[in-house]
């Protein structure tokens, strides 16, 4: 719990409430936020009981009006965010944050049970996060799950299934001081099924579909195009699924292409082939979208996706 010292407030004192009654002293560095005890009280029940009756950080603030909480633990510029978001100093909040910003907010907030009273700065922020790099993607996943955003944790987690060749094992270590480990395996692991499920799929789209080839080899084709390709991507396995479909579409419409390749038969055209694997990609992606991530409800609770989105 945190430690009560003499009500005296500091000349370098961050005045997010001129008139506070408390100064939080926060992080390593010290920095002194003064704020209102009844604005933070009412944000978060965890500043509410601190600043009661039975704790010594609340009775000194009843005797002398004034009090200075010393906080060590906490990131002092993710608390001042939080405090400015409480207190309403919208005119000095960024509408933007870094991911390391944004865990850390959401870390603060997780702590202080003061969730509720940031949804909608953070659902600014999430807005304004990139969705395309995977350091972001985490970050935009993981606080959207602190913050029970479905739509920001469905399009972060759809993201990187699509655009990430990383373990998910890698992506969740960040985050096991904010979230249950046990509920981040949870996590990993279904993004590694959705994201198998989506490499096979296309897979068998480019095997069993329609395309011309030779009729004498038109199996063999197929298969060691595809090998070819891999081959090029680095391996099936290890690259992006988004990366994967942009070389097939690329592979497909090379100006340099060579009859008796494995890349094109002698009596398929780049036309042909370009319109199979554009037709390719647009599958897996409207597949991919259908899926539209994952549920929030299903990972928490462990209930059939079906069944609870039937109610």
Known sequence: MASVKKAKVAQKTTPIAVS???????????????VHSLFIANASPVFNAMLGPNFAEGQQLKKSGLTEV??????????????????GCNDTVPEKLTPDELVAVAVAADKYDCVGSLTFAMQIWLSCMSMTDPENLWAVAMTALVFRRQKAFAEAT?????????????GIRNYENLIDPVLLLKIAAKMEEERNKLRMALVMDIIGGEWQ?????????????????????GGFGQSAISS??????????RNDARAGSYYYSASTSKSDLSDFFKSVSEKVNLRHERESGLCLRCIQTGESHQWHASQ
């Open 20 to 34: 506070g009654d408390v100064v939080l002293v926060v992080g390593p560095s010290g920095k002194k936020l003064r």
């Open 70 to 87: 010393v906080l060590p633990d906490d990131d002092a510029e993710a608390m001042e965010l939080i405090l400015k978001v409480i207190h």
């Open 158 to 170: 759809s993201a990187l299934i699509l655009n990430d060749a990383g373990s998910y094992l890698d």
């Open 213 to 233: 080839c030779d009729q004498h080899c038109k199996a063999k084709n197929r298969v060691s195009w595809f090998k070819g390709v891999i081959q090029r991507t």
């Open 244 to 253: 994967t479909l942009h070389t097939l579409t690329d592979e497909a419409s």
